[in-house]
């Protein structure tokens, strides 16, 4: 579908066009994109353009000359019932009634398709998010990660990309050696064995867990074994724990992509060369720019490091790309996974990143830039932190030292619906306290069990009618009142939330509106009775049309935040 604000943009534009031609207006260049937004006076109509102050300037009118010009050329269209002008110029536009009715039909006829956008049809799109190595069982940080990025996934099928959702991973390094011998040590206790956790190991009772798994299954057979060997089955043990986990909140990725193909195939290495190649590299023990106090702590015997002149891109200093031990910083391996990235033919990228990884997305979009690729094709969404608050207290958390509440358990006290809502529900940049003694609430003061209980209701109608042998067939929407189709003109908002939290990659929008819309039908449902006895049956069948479109609406916006749509609760 096209949204309203880009047909009644096209029209108005047509409508400007039309005047000039009569003369009712002088000749100017009239711009291509014509301003229309949502009204902040619904009582005025739906919409409002105020494209003919913009206007005053190059028309050399009044801008109320201008609105009435153009309204007096508008084009008709079946949506719109008027168009009035308005002090100081303003175009206040509102929808036919009989259209706006018939948009119940249009919601049943699309059903789980009902309100999907054409904005990115034919284009192909990548979400990579959670990404975390396979060290320890996803924490509640990590949920964060997954559950924007998911639903980022969602809204981006919606506006109709292709969207594919990968897992960035690396299971090489100095954290896997330390995860194989903790495992290793916690093997060798399990078989009664003295051995002591390496320095900075991994604490968390869930690799004595494994360890325990280890034994039922090997016995004694590993106890000489390598830690590479125990590197492994932690490996294999904790990816299996964390697409269980990512599993249970309904994320699925489509591709696991190890950073350590990159080594293999030479594109780290190949990536430096051809910075270097292009002027972007040099070697020095400190920065080119450094300050004289960074000079006087440098040691004597310090070496070289590999530096990026991202300060010709426009970086307030250079960064590290080889450190002086010859290890690559984060940096570069990441510049050539967004290389493999873009010449996987992707349109659009879109990485979800803690807030603490911002110096590191801007300077991968700078080394994409420096190798020549258009970067305007990544996005990256930044997200805070979570403090889990329980009897008014914070609840630390440390995956190294074991000491944190996983995902699993967090969904296991709440439910992965209520998990997914009261995450989703805050935007990324926002600090997010999540409150779980508000989230365990069964009652209407819980968000997730007001918009979960729309749904159930208009289910709980159906149930009802079908008992009394009673249905929608031939509805008369004419019927319908004013409450009803203020609820109508909410549901149509839908699209444009869509396109919003699309355009400017905030996926908390549509749990803002979904909250909306709850708030809307609770009280209508409440009046708006169907099966009654003082409810003509004419009347109550175009009562229960409206419900099933209604039902149809919450299970899409359900479904896009990636919660389940109940029919009872």
């Not at 960074?294 to 790309?321: H, I, M, N, Q, Y």
Request: charged share 25%; with cysteine; hydrophobic share 45%.
């Amino acid at each position: 579908m096209t949204l309203l604000p880009v047909q009644l943009a096209a029209l108005l534009r047509q409508a400007i066009l039309a005047a000039q031609h009569a003369d009712a207006l002088p000749p100017f260049d009239v711009p291509q994109r014509v301003p229309v937004q949502r009204s902040n006076k619904p009582e005025l109509g739906e919409y409002a353009s105020p494209v003919a102050m913009q206007l005053a300037k190059l028309a050399r009118r009044k801008p109320l000359e201008i609105a009435q010009a153009i309204a007096d050329h508008m084009p008709p269209a079946e949506f719109i019932g008027e168009l009035v002008v308005a002090p100081p110029g303003f175009l206040n536009i509102r929808l036919d009634e009989n259209w706006l009715t018939q948009q119940v039909e249009t919601i049943i006829a699309a059903g789980a398709d009902a309100f999907t956008l054409s904005l990115g049809q034919g284009q192909r799109a990548q979400v990579e998010c959670v990404s975390a190595n396979p060290t320890g069982p996803l924490t509640v940080g990590h949920t964060r990660n997954g559950i924007i990025g998911s639903t980022m996934a969602n809204i981006l099928r919606a506006v109709g990309y292709d969207v594919e959702m990968e897992y960035y991973f690396n299971n090489a390094g100095r954290q896997m050696r330390v995860l194989g011998q903790s495992l290793q040590a916690r093997y060798l206790q399990a078989l009664g064995v003295e051995a002591s956790l390496p320095e900075d190991g991994y604490q968390g009772d869930y690799l004595a867990e494994i360890a325990r798994e280890l034994v039922a299954k090997y016995g004694e057979s590993l106890r000489d074994e390598p830690w590479e060997r125990f590197k492994t089955e932690a490996e294999a043990a904790m990816f299996a724990w964390i697409k269980r986990s990512l599993a249970a909140i309904n994320i699925t990725f489509d591709v696991f992509f190890n950073e350590n193909s990159l080594y293999e195939n030479g594109s780290v290495w190949r990536t430096l060369e051809q910075l270097e190649e292009r002027g972007y590299v040099y070697r020095a023990v400190l920065r080119e720019g450094a300050s004289e106090e960074e000079r006087a702590k440098l040691s004597p015997d310090a070496k070289e490091a590999v530096w990026f002149r991202t300060t010709k891109l426009g970086d307030e200093e250079d960064r590290v790309l080889v450190k002086s031990s010859g290890e690559p910083t984060y940096v570069l391996p990441d510049i050539a996974y967004h290389v493999n990235k873009l010449e996987r033919g992707f349109d659009l990228l879109v990485n979800v990143l803690g807030a603490d990884h911002i110096v590191e997305a801007q300077t991968v979009r700078r080394g994409l830039q420096a190798l020549g690729y258009d970067p305007e094709p990544l996005h990256v969404i930044l997200y805070q932190f979570v403090t889990l608050i329980e009897g008014g207290e914070q609840r630390k958390m440390s995956t190294r030292r074991g000491e944190f509440v996983t995902q699993d358990e967090l969904v296991a006290d709440v439910g992965a619906d209520v998990v997914r809502y009261f995450i989703l529900a805050r935007s990324p940049s926002s600090h997010l306290e999540f409150d779980l003694d508000a989230a365990r609430e069964q009652s209407n003061e819980n968000p997730v069990y007001y918009i979960q209980n729309a749904h159930v209701r208009c289910a709980g109608i159906f149930r009802q009618a079908e008992a009394r042998g009673f249905d929608d067939a031939d509805a008369d929407l004419s019927l319908l009142g004013v409450r009803e189709r203020d609820f109508i003109r909410k549901m149509l908002e839908l699209p444009e939330v869509l396109a919003q939290a699309y355009e400017e990659f905030a996926p908390h929008k549509l749990a803002f509106y979904a909250l909306e819309l709850a708030r809307q039908f609770h009280p209508m449902y409440d009046e708006v009775r169907v099966l009654h006895s003082e409810v003509s049956p004419e009347l109550a069948r175009a009562r229960l049309r409206l419900y099933r479109a209604a039902r149809i609406v919450f299970r899409r916006v359900l479904e896009l935040m990636g919660m389940s749509a109940p029919d009872v609760m």
